[in-house]
T-cell receptor
Framework: GDSVTQMEGPVTLSEEACLTI???????????LFWYVQYPGEGLQLLLK?????DKGSNKGFEATYRKETTSFHLEKGSVQVSDSAVYFC??????????????FGQGTTLQVKP | EAGVAQSPRYKIIEKRQSVAFWCNPI?????LYWYQQILGQGPKLLIQ????????DSQLPKDRFSAERLKGVDSTLKIQPAKLEDSAVYLC????????????FGPGTRLTVT
């Protein structure tokens, strides 16, 4: 079945460091891909998305490119801030026939940014 | 625009007791989802409603979990009887369309079963 694999956390960085969180997926067809973020004590928020190959999603300085050839959707940011400390989830939404709109999530990666 | 509302935010019960969670989706959103998020894991879909009909409940443990969405708006998720392994955060989400391309999540209900 469809699945998402994220790099293990926690990831600890100093402020202004570069961030990459790896995400790969297995799916039938060509799913839409998402990054969700969960700040402490809050619900999941959509960070960015891409719906087809080579699309680049971006928001709040974060970017991710849909790479069909490597089945990847890595999250990147050039300069992280303390306020970026959160748990990040990669997810896919299958788009094949019979799709019901179910999101399939990775296990999450905790990011801690130190001043 | 108001977001997805859930209550209660926290609940502690003993095993074999029953519990119910409530969700009010964003106004106008026809599709409603309940996800279970166990500590250290990503959310897993339990049930999806389109208006007041069930679209997908394939991963709902039907011997103990039930859910309803009367009148196609609010929804209630119930567990009876609860087990220790039901300790998790229960997330409600909604989207305008069944395709689920933009799902908005509530703050969740953290359930602890002792």
């Amino acid at each position: 079945g469809d699945s998402v694999t994220q790099m293990e956390g926690p990831v600890t960085l100093s402020e202004e460091a570069c961030l990459t969180i790896n995400c790969t997926y297995t799916a039938t067809g060509y799913p839409s891909l998402f990054w969700y973020v969960q700040y402490p004590g809050e619900g999941l928020q959509l960070l960015l998305k891409a719906t087809k190959a080579d699309d680049k999603g971006s928001n709040k300085g974060f970017e991710a490119t849909y790479r069909k050839e490597t089945t990847s959707f890595h999250l990147e940011k050039g300069s992280v801030q303390v306020s970026d400390s959160a748990v990040y989830f990669c997810a896919l939404l299958a788009t094949g026939s019979g799709n019901t709109g179910k999101l399939i999530f990775g296990q999450g990666t905790t990011l801690q940014v130190k001043p | 625009e108001a977001g997805v509302a859930q209550s209660p935010r926290y609940k502690i019960i003993e095993k074999r007791q029953s519990v119910a969670f409530w969700c009010n989706p964003i106004s106008g959103h026809a599709t409603l989802y309940w996800y279970q998020q166990i500590l250290g894991q990503g959310p897993k879909l339990l049930i999806q409603f389109q208006n007041n009909g069930v679209v997908d409940d394939s991963q709902l443990p039907k011997d103990r979990f039930s859910a309803e969405r009367l009148k196609g708006v609010d929804s209630t998720l119930k567990i009876q009887p609860a087990k220790l392994e039901d300790s998790a955060v229960y997330l409600c989400a909604s989207s305008i369309q069944r395709s689920g391309n933009e799902q908005y999540f509530g703050p969740g209900t953290r359930l602890t079963v002792t």
